[in-house]
């Protein structure tokens, strides 16, 4: 955690860096405009007079310098490491795969989380998504630290079996790239505004950040195709576990709370993915409907596994 903390400064030094930097280029790219040459008028001749301005004083424009970013980066990969010997240990100490409890869950999904964004990053450089990730991994941590910590303790009989390996490992990855795409449908609404404040002529970009970002069509296109991967897998843990729920208690579905939930998330990603595919609903419709699964799923992990009480109440926390 304290390796996360340290990735997040630096990723928040690089937002700031951005920030600086784009407002420089912006006020470089407005004394180059004022010195462009423009065709005088004076005598009909057409010869071509240079508009009085400043010169230009900055340094010329060059791509952003992401020393912070590749800082960040390099701590967060070593702090994945450790987490990921961490993990293991717990694993070993138990005897069986470390996500059997809340603590264990929480340990196992931040971890997956951490390194679905690394590898993202190897395919499209989402730096900038940075200090969200290891923020909304530190919270998760912390909490897990605080209120789901529990000594290592046997197997209760319905989950000793190897669709515990199966099963939670699938919905693991599914959250952990609904969380990416979460991510990313937050940025896109963010400068969806900006851009629309742009177009009817306003001042959105007194917040230069933001004009470092992609636009808002390619961040909400990578929400859509990382959703898509996190919405098979998440199909493939509903038919899991109601096969595992068969094998356990010999139904396949019994309207249990953990059920419904996974059913309702499932829903609603169907209906987002549907829509944008087949009805064109794009823009902040899309966004919002993908952070509203995203957060089901939060609720599902956060609410639904603690407070709610049935055949699934594996939590390993006292009532």
């Known amino acids: 955690m304290g390796l996360y903390a340290v990735a997040f400064i630096a990723f928040a030094f690089d937002l700031a860096r951005r920030s600086s930097e784009a407002s420089a280029m912006a006020d470089e790219?407005?004394?180059?405009?004022?010195?462009?040459?423009?065709?005088?008028?004076?005598?009909?001749?057409?010869v071509a007079t240079l508009v009085a301005a400043p010169p230009s004083t900055g340094a010329p424009v060059r791509p952003m310098r992401r020393t912070a970013a590749r800082v960040g980066l390099a701590v967060l990969t070593i702090g994945w490491?450790?987490?990921?010997?961490?993990?293991?240990?717990?694993?070993i100490a138990a005897a069986r795969v470390p996500?059997?409890?809340?603590?264990?869950?929480?340990?196992?999904?931040?971890?997956?989380?951490?390194?679905?964004?690394?590898?993202?990053?190897?395919?499209?450089?989402?730096?900038?998504?940075?200090s969200v990730i290891t923020g909304l991994v530190l919270v998760l941590l912390g909490i897990a630290t605080i209120g789901f910590r529990v000594a290592v303790s046997p197997l209760p009989p319905a989950l000793q079996s190897y669709w515990l390996v199966i099963h939670v490992f699938v919905a693991i990855l599914g959250t952990a790239f609904f969380t990416i795409a979460g991510s990313l449908s937050a940025v896109q609404l963010v400068q969806a505004r900006r851009e629309r404040v742009l177009a009817g002529g306003g001042r959105a970009d007194r917040v230069r950040l933001l004009s470092t970002f992609p636009n808002s069509n390619r961040l909400e296109n990578l929400a859509y195709r990382i959703s898509i991967v996190g919405f098979i897998l998440w199909t493939f843990?509903?038919?899991?576990?109601?096969?595992?729920a068969d094998h356990a208690w010999?139904?396949?579905?019994?309207?249990?709370?953990?059920?419904?939930?996974?059913?309702?998330?499932?829903?609603?990603?169907?209906?987002?993915?549907?829509?944008?595919?087949?009805?064109?609903?794009?823009?902040?419709?899309?966004?919002?409907?993908n952070l509203i699964g995203y957060a089901a799923v939060l609720f599902n992990f956060g609410v639904v596994n603690v407070f709610f009480h049935g055949l699934h109440a594996y939590s390993g926390l006292s009532s």
Do not use: C, Q
């Open 99 to 130: 996500w059997a409890n809340m603590y264990e869950f929480s340990m196992t999904g931040t971890l997956i989380i951490v390194g679905i964004y690394l590898l993202v990053l190897t395919r499209v450089d989402l730096r900038f998504l940075g």
């Open 81 to 91: 490491v450790l987490h990921l010997g961490a993990d293991v240990l717990r694993g």
């Open 29 to 46: 790219a407005a004394l180059r405009s004022a010195a462009t040459p423009s065709a005088s008028a004076s005598g009909g001749s057409g």
């Open 237 to 244: 843990t509903l038919i899991a576990g109601a096969i595992w």
């Open 250 to 289: 010999g139904r396949y579905w019994g309207w249990d709370t953990k059920e419904v939930w996974t059913f309702i998330i499932w829903v609603i990603y169907a209906g987002y993915l549907h829509a944008r595919a087949t009805r064109g609903w794009r823009g902040n419709g899309s966004g919002w409907l």
